[in-house]
């Protein structure tokens, strides 16, 4: 499926990338500021978030903001204390993007280290929960709120090897649905994205020896991560959307 967004379909929203100076974060938050928004560009790396905040600005968007957090030690008080920081500064929050996340060690489930297991859930789950938790009474009073998640093709059919990350997407999917039965009264839309193999560094790591050429790149992929934090989504909630569907699928939704 085509997505078409109007040039401005994000304007005056406030949006929150996390995992934004990298992969499909980075190209989400630029599109964002391309598209309107005011962004605030969460991730662990200071410099990879400075030199997006930098292109923003070069491409004349609406100045971003930075905030350096990194999601493995980061506690519920880190969480409240951002979305304090975003209301003073701000004054409103209309859209998180939950893109942020890591791949572990892809191994036989039996061979899983124990620390390998905490740091996936940790940052893809646990950091997502809290963060969402804190963010959850502000954004509510946003007139068209959004909360996307991340997850993959194994969140939502299980595959040898991928253990711990695949038991975070089907997590993620779970909080998710959850959250989207919860807030389905609100202003808040909640849905989760599938990229799909995209070239970033994660593909890179889990398929070293394939041809990175051949895949879609995050730019392909970002109309999806605009329409879902955009006016035209304001009936979609509670969805799992492919960003990259199979042709022959007769439907975009991860199933
Ligand atoms: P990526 O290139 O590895 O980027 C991941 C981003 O997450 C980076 O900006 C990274 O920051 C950030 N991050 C990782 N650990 C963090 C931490 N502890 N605290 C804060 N930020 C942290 O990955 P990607 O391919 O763009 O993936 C983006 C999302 O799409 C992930 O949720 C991934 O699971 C999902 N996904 C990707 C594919 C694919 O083919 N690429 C397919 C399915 C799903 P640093 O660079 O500073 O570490």
């Not at 997502?128 to 959004?146: C, E, H, M, N, Y």
């Amino acid at each position: 499926m085509k997505y078409h967004n109007a040039a401005d379909s994000l304007k005056d929203r406030v949006i929150l990338v996390t995992g934004a100076g990298d992969g499909i974060g980075r190209e989400a938050a630029i599109q964002y500021a391309a598209h309107g928004a005011t962004v605030i560009l969460l991730g662990k790396t200071v410099s990879k978030l400075e030199a997006v905040y930098d292109e923003i600005e070069d491409l004349g968007y609406i100045q971003p903001a930075i905030i350096p957090l990194d999601l493995m030690g980061a506690t519920k008080q880190h969480y409240l204390d951002m979305v304090d920081t975003i209301e003073q500064q701000f004054g409103r929050l209309d859209g998180v993007l939950h893109n942020a996340g890591i791949l572990g060690v892809l191994s036989p489930l039996e061979q899983i280290e124990e620390s390998t297991f905490d740091d996936v859930m940790q940052v893809n789950v646990k950091a997502q929960f809290l963060l969402t938790q804190a963010v959850i009474p502000f954004i509510k009073k946003s007139p068209d709120g959004r909360i996307i998640f991340t997850s993959s093709t194994v969140g939502h059919s299980g595959r040898a090897f991928w253990g711990s990350y695949a038991i975070s997407k089907f997590a993620t999917e779970g909080m998710m649905q959850v959250l989207a039965d919860e807030l389905s009264n609100t202003n808040v839309q909640v849905n989760a994205i599938n990229p799909g193999g995209t070239r970033t560094g994660m593909r890179a790591k889990a398929f070293p020896a394939e041809d990175a050429k051949q895949l879609k790149t995050p730019k392909d992929i970002i109309p999806l991560y605009v329409y879902l934090m955009g006016p035209e989504s304001r009936h979609v909630t509670g969805k799992c959307i492919d960003a990259q569907p199979k042709p022959s699928s007769s439907h975009s939704h991860c199933e």
